[in-house]
């Protein structure tokens, strides 16, 4: 139960993480929120496994996101 609470907590900050460079998003805030909560949702009963590659995929996406900001400046 340890491992899943922990996960749950990366999952979190994650998400929080996300949202908060969703700010600056070309599109709109909105736009990404909505995209981002819709991506979370289909993925919510996905398994312990599975959950540490999404939340890498999460992580390169952060990376990608400050990137275009960095370059859009």
Not at 4 to 25: M, P, T
Not at 38 to 67: C, H, Q, S, W, Y
């Amino acid at each position: 139960m340890k491992m899943a609470n922990s996960l749950r907590g990366e999952v979190l900050n994650l998400y929080k993480n996300l949202l908060y460079l969703g700010r600056d998003y070309p599109k709109g805030t909105d736009y990404f929120k909505r995209c981002l909560k819709n991506v979370f949702l289909k993925n919510k009963d996905v398994k312990n496994p599975e959950i540490k590659e999404l939340i890498g995929r999460g992580e390169f996406v952060m990376k990608e996101l400050e990137a275009l900001y960095f370059f859009r400046k």
